[in-house]
Every structure is written in structure tokens, then in C-alpha cells.
């Protein structure tokens, strides 16, 4: 397993941008496949977008498409979630899952061999 730090949340307003970033210490993480997950309050747990291992591959959800870009950089063992034209309902904790596979495969089922504890993005109007 591998320990996944999330870091780059914050309060923005509607329109803005943020880069979301998922960090592991350990560099087996660049063979693991990412994903993306949300939780809103009061709400279920909501994939977002997710990666594999090699970065030339991604699947986002529907409700993100266009406006949420994942990708990796494996030299510094991090995932990143750039999310652009932000609204209201984009808030909440955001976290990153991965899968020991190198595919997104789990993630996209929900589930994952580690998760971080979030990062928060809260957006005003």
C-alpha cells in the first residue's frame, strides 16, 4: 500500500480554479492507476476522474466533463485534478484512491488498495 496525502483544496468562488494534488512518498506509485472520488454534505461518495499508471489513459465522470482535467506526473510521485469554471455544487472533500493494478479498473467500481483523507474545496457564488 501506499500513503496518499491530498493537498490544494481551499474557499474560491464560483468561476475560479483550483489544482487538487494527490501525493504518495513511495515511488511504486507511479505503477498504480488513480482515481478521484467526492463526498458533498449530506450526499453519497461520487467518482470524479481517475488515471492509470502510464497517464495516456482517463475516464471522468459525466458531470465533470470539460471542466475537471486529471493527470500525473510521475517523477514527483503525484496526481493532480485541475477543475476549472467552479460552481457551488463542486463543493466538497475531495479525495484520491489507488489502485495496485496500474488500471482504473476498482476505482471505477469504488474502490481502491489506499485512500488519502481529503482535501476540502468549498465554492461561494
Known amino acids: 500500500q501506499v500513503q496518499l496525502v491530498e493537498s490544494g483544496g481551499g474557499l474560491v468562488k464560483a468561476g475560479d480554479s483550483l489544482r487538487l494534488s494527490c501525493a504518495a512518498s513511495?515511488?511504486?506509485?507511479?505503477?498504480?492507476?488513480v482515481g478521484w472520488f467526492r463526498r458533498a454534505p449530506g450526499k453519497e461518495r461520487e467518482f470524479v476522474a481517475a488515471?492509470?499508471?502510464?497517464?495516456?489513459?482517463?475516464f471522468y465522470a459525466d458531470s465533470v466533463k470539460g471542466r475537471f482535467t486529471i493527470s500525473r506526473d510521475n517523477a514527483k510521485n503525484t496526481v493532480y485534478l485541475q477543475i476549472d469554471s467552479l460552481e457551488p455544487e463542486d463543493t466538497a472533500l475531495y479525495y484520491c484512491?489507488?489502485?495496485?493494478?496500474?488500471?482504473?479498473?476498482?476505482?471505477?467500481?469504488?474502490?481502491?488498495?489506499?485512500w488519502g483523507q481529503g482535501t476540502q474545496v468549498t465554492v461561494s457564488s
Open positions: 484512491a489507488a489502485e495496485k493494478s496500474g488500471t482504473f479498473y476498482y476505482i471505477l467500481s469504488g474502490q481502491g488498495d489506499s
Open positions: 513511495a515511488r511504486t506509485f507511479s505503477s498504480y492507476g
Open positions: 488515471i492509470n499508471w502510464r497517464g495516456d489513459s482517463t
